[in-house]
C-alpha cells in the first residue's frame, strides 16, 4: 500500500492552468497504476485519467482528452495531471488513487486514495 498526498489545486478563470501534483509514501510506488478521479458537488464520483506502471499507456475520459496530461516520475514517487484550458465543468476535488490491478476506470480496484484537493475554474 502507499500513501498518497495531491497538492497544486486552487482558483483559476476558465482558460487558465494548473497542474496537480499525488506525493507517495513507500518503495512500491512503480508498482502501481495510478488514476486522478474527480467529484463535483451533487454528482457522483468520474475518472479522469490513469497511468500504468511505468508511464508507458495513459488513458482519458472523452471530456479532457487534449487538454490534460497525466505524467509520473517513478524516481520521484509522484504524478502529476497538467490541466489546460480549463472549464467551468472542471471544478470538483480532485483525486488520485493508486492499484495494483491496471489503470480501471470504474475506480472498483484501486487499493489507496488521496485525500482530495480542490479546483475550482471561474468563467
Known amino acids: 500500500q502507499v500513501q498518497l498526498v495531491e497538492s497544486g489545486g486552487g482558483l483559476v478563470q476558465a482558460g487558465g492552468s494548473l497542474r496537480l501534483s499525488c506525493a507517495a509514501s513507500?518503495?512500491?510506488?512503480?508498482?502501481?497504476?495510478m488514476a486522478w478521479f474527480r467529484q463535483a458537488p451533487g454528482k457522483e464520483r468520474e475518472f479522469v485519467t490513469g497511468?500504468?506502471?511505468?508511464?508507458?499507456?495513459?488513458y482519458y475520459a472523452d471530456s479532457v482528452l487534449g487538454r490534460f496530461t497525466m505524467s509520473r516520475d517513478n524516481t520521484k514517487n509522484t504524478v502529476y495531471l497538467q490541466m489546460n484550458s480549463l472549464k467551468p465543468e472542471d471544478t470538483a476535488v480532485y483525486y488520485c488513487?493508486?492499484?495494483?490491478?491496471?489503470?480501471?476506470?470504474?475506480?472498483?480496484?484501486?487499493?489507496?486514495w488521496g485525500q482530495g484537493t480542490q479546483v475550482t475554474v471561474s468563467s
Open positions: 488513487a493508486a492499484g495494483l490491478r491496471g489503470v480501471d476506470q470504474s475506480g472498483s480496484y484501486y487499493s489507496d
Open positions: 513507500g518503495r512500491t510506488f512503480s508498482s502501481f497504476a
Open positions: 497511468i500504468n506502471w511505468n508511464g508507458g499507456t495513459t
